[in-house]
């Protein structure tokens, strides 16, 4: 058992995601930055769709129940085990009455921490992955008990070594969206150089952006959309949809995120800044 001594600023219990329900209006939600989420479960052998925690800014205090591992990876964070300084991206091993700290981030904003065996919380739509209005909790909000799967003996844990993203890296690379064709020359030309800001509505939901574009476009039929669309308002406004946004939308699709783009873009946070780098494109 892991018991919550102290709430961090936002805390969610985060897997893969929930497939297959987007018919049914569903968001496939899941951990914000796949990379980071799938290293700390390669790192320990665990099942790839065992959740972790997701971590956002600032981290809570855990104690532990009984011995385990567990893996913290993503942004740059300061962790103290027993007030010892302890390394990401390894495996930890950890003792009965073992304390956790986990500080603010100093490079990105979303940390993951795994547990051998990962965690058994509830499963709604085949994923662990807490979101508001269809799971009992949309986060971690209160001081709690979480129970951990049973692993009665561990033979070997992974001895690789992570891929790490370059969180300062402000390039993301996208595709053409469906829309795109509708922008005139100077609006591409402006997509194409223009650095932008993101601004302070931002959340797992999707990242709204500073500056606006000049040409504006008028609403279309509600389509399809995907986290890392980037939809443009008709009044010139910017905004990527992310993990939890809905699965259709009435703006303009410019661009479509790459899979690294949208774990890129996970931990970026209020005013941090982006350039968008078209790839695959032809005029």
Same mark, same amino acid.
């Given at each position: 058992?892991?018991?919550?001594?102290?709430?961090?600023?936002?805390?969610?219990?985060?897997?893969?995601?929930?497939?297959?329900?987007?018919?049914?209006?569903?968001?496939?939600?899941?951990?914000?930055?796949?990379?980071?989420?799938?290293?700390?479960?390669?790192?320990?052998?665990?099942?790839?769709?065992?959740?972790?925690?997701?971590?956002?800014?600032?981290?809570?205090?855990?104690?532990?129940?009984?011995?385990?591992?567990?893996?913290?990876?993503?942004?740059?964070?300061?962790?103290?085990?027993?007030?010892?300084?302890?390394?990401?991206?390894?495996?930890?091993?950890? #003792?009965?009455?073992?304390?956790?700290?986990?500080?603010?981030?100093?490079?990105?904003?979303?940390?993951?921490?795994?547990?051998?065996?990962?965690?058994?919380?509830?499963?709604?739509?085949?994923?662990?992955?807490?979101?508001?209005?269809?799971?009992?909790?949309?986060?971690?909000?209160?001081?709690?008990?979480?129970?951990?799967? #049973?692993?009665?003996?561990?033979?070997?844990?992974?001895?690789?070594?992570?891929?790490?993203?370059?969180?300062?890296?402000?390039?993301?690379?996208?595709?053409?969206?469906?829309?795109?064709?509708?922008?005139?020359?100077?609006?591409?030309?402006?997509?194409?150089?223009?650095?932008?800001?993101?601004?302070?509505?931002?959340?797992?939901?999707?990242?709204?952006?500073?500056?606006?574009? #000049?040409?504006?476009?008028?609403?279309?039929?509600?389509?399809?959309?995907?986290?890392?669309?980037?939809?443009?308002?008709?009044?010139?406004?910017?905004?990527?949809?992310?993990?939890?946004?809905?699965?259709?939308?009435?703006?303009?699709?410019?661009?479509?995120?790459?899979?690294?783009?949208?774990?890129?873009?996970?931990?970026?946070?209020?005013?941090?800044?982006?350039?968008?780098?078209?790839?695959?494109?032809?005029?």
């Amino acid at each position: 058992m892991i018991e919550i001594l102290q709430l961090g600023w936002h805390t969610t219990i985060q897997d893969l995601g929930r497939f297959g329900q987007q018919s049914l209006g569903v968001p496939i939600s899941g951990a914000m930055d796949l990379n980071a989420f799938n290293w700390a479960n390669k790192l320990l052998n665990n099942d790839p769709n065992d959740a972790c925690f997701e971590i956002t800014i600032k981290g809570p205090i855990l104690k532990f129940h009984r011995a385990t591992y567990i893996t913290i990876t993503g942004a740059k964070v300061r962790l103290t085990l027993n007030k010892d300084h302890i390394e990401m991206y390894k495996p930890i091993s950890i #003792k009965k009455g073992d304390i956790l700290h986990i500080s603010n981030t100093t490079v990105g904003c979303r940390v993951y921490i795994a547990i051998l065996g990962g965690f058994q919380t509830e499963t709604v739509l085949g994923s662990k992955s807490q979101f508001k209005g269809l799971t009992f909790n949309d986060r971690i909000d209160k001081k709690s008990v979480i129970a951990i799967n #049973k692993i009665p003996f561990v033979t070997k844990l992974a001895g690789i070594k992570a891929h790490l993203i370059d969180y300062s890296n402000i390039n993301l690379k996208v595709y053409i969206g469906p829309e795109y064709h509708l922008l005139n020359t100077s609006s591409r030309n402006s997509l194409k150089i223009k650095q932008f800001t993101i601004s302070s509505q931002n959340n797992r939901m999707g990242y709204r952006l500073n500056e606006k574009i #000049k040409q504006q476009l008028p609403e279309i039929w509600t389509a399809p959309t995907l986290p890392g669309t980037v939809q443009l308002t008709p009044e010139g406004t910017l905004i990527i949809l992310m993990r939890d946004a809905q699965v259709t939308g009435g703006y303009a699709r410019i661009f479509q995120l790459t899979d690294d783009a949208i774990n890129l873009l996970a931990q970026k946070s209020t005013l941090d800044q982006l350039k968008f780098e078209i790839i695959r494109y032809k005029e």
